[in-house]
């Protein structure tokens, strides 16, 4: 009888804790569900405001909402002054890059966390990152430029009359190159480069394959995976194979007519700008200590994008031989920014540029490229 009772008094002091961890659940659940749809929200575009007065007004690609090519404006917005540590750029010529189109949709939905919740925040409405100009002023500490110098490399808001960046990540732009040659150059190149020689460790006479080898990033990692000493292979369709082999590919698979997972042929590198096989079936076509570099992805996923490779490559690493690793690319790296000018310069690389477009065009130029078909560089002209 009395264990009976001492049963029932724990059953009696249990319901509260039970009632209590459902509570909490539910407050999780709900926190939950009000954060993700408080993320995934769109809200209205914010009124542009006025010009500070007194204000120099320029030329500027904005967006004030997430969405379609159809939010990218022109607007007039006050000149930058350069900070101390900054320079003031001309811009003569802009790239475009996914990066872009990912911060006009606001998607994968993570970028909102950076770029603002609902709407960008006002000091994230300008697009562009790859540029080339001239320098119309410096603060008095830089150091390494002076005012005319003809620049490239990366700096917020490159799609616009005038950025300012400071000097790391920038160099002179070849004497040999046009500014629109020079723009096509720096988040593609760098991320070819830092890919195959410090990610995939690269070394001469290995066997690489590069999977969207006719795309801005896949252009130059075959010229450059050439010029480390690499045997290449480039896959590509069918009115692209000239266009690879013309930048140094020693074979070229045309994805119409062959897949390459399937082939007999195994690599020591891959570098796969595009994403359009299972991990697994990239990893049998790798030597046994080969490594899969995931440089670029395609996805639909609003939540994840291009993350979700990444994070599936990590769950699948500790289970094979083969490496599998994914980077994003340091455009900070000035010695890079250099190396790649000596290249160019030099004649050992060379942009392919697909498209050029006015600065008023930039929708335009954002939708092509976003529909994945360019072949090399789309490139702005900022008159």
């Not at 904005?62 to 750029?89: F, W």
């Amino acid at each position: 009888m009395e264990i009976g009772l001492h049963a029932c008094k724990g059953a009696t002091l249990m319901r509260p804790r039970a009632k209590s961890a459902a509570t909490l659940a539910l407050v999780v659940v709900l926190g939950l569900l009000a954060l993700a749809f408080a993320i995934a929200h769109d809200s209205a575009p914010a009124p542009a405001p006025a010009l500070p007065a007194g204000a120099v007004p320029m030329t500027a690609v904005v967006h004030r909402r997430y969405g379609s090519p159809d939010v990218v404006k022109l607007e007039q917005l006050a000149k930058p002054t350069p900070k101390d540590d900054e320079l003031l750029i001309r811009v003569r010529a802009a790239a475009i890059n996914p990066l872009d189109w990912h911060y006009m949709r606001g998607t994968p939905y993570v970028v909102r966390l950076i770029a603002g919740l609902g709407r960008p925040k006002p000091d994230r409405i300008q697009l562009g990152v790859d540029f080339a100009g001239t320098v119309e002023a410096v603060g008095k500490r830089v150091t390494q430029f002076k005012v005319g110098d003809e620049l490239f490399g990366t700096a917020d808001g490159s799609l616009a009359d005038y950025t300012v960046s400071t000097e790391v990540g920038l160099a002179l732009k070849p004497s040999n190159m046009t500014f629109e040659q020079a723009a096509a150059v720096p988040i593609a190149a760098l991320t070819a480069l830092q890919g195959l020689r410090d990610v995939g460790h690269l070394q001469p006479g290995q066997q690489v394959l590069i999977n969207g080898a006719s795309g801005g990033v896949g252009t130059f990692a075959v010229q450059l995976a050439k010029s480390l000493g690499a045997e290449v292979t480039g896959v590509c369709s069918t009115r692209n194979l000239e266009l690879v082999r013309s930048i140094g590919a020693d074979h070229v698979i045309d994805y119409n007519r062959s897949d390459y997972t399937r082939g007999a042929a195994r690599y020591d590198l891959i570098f796969d700008t595009v994403g359009n096989h299972g991990l697994l079936a990239s990893v049998r076509v790798l030597t046994p200590r080969g490594t899969l570099v995931i440089a670029g992805t395609q996805s639909n996923d609003p939540w994840l994008g291009p993350l979700a490779r990444p994070l599936r490559a990590r769950l699948i690493s500790p289970f094979v031989k083969q490496r599998l690793v994914t980077f994003l690319a340091d455009t900070n790296r000035t010695t890079d920014v250099n190396l790649l000018r000596g290249l160019l310069q030099d004649g050992k690389l060379k942009p392919v540029i697909d498209r050029e477009y006015s600065l008023s065009q930039a929708p335009e130029a954002i939708r092509y490229l976003e529909a994945g078909h360019a072949r090399g560089k789309v490139v702005i002209r900022v008159d």
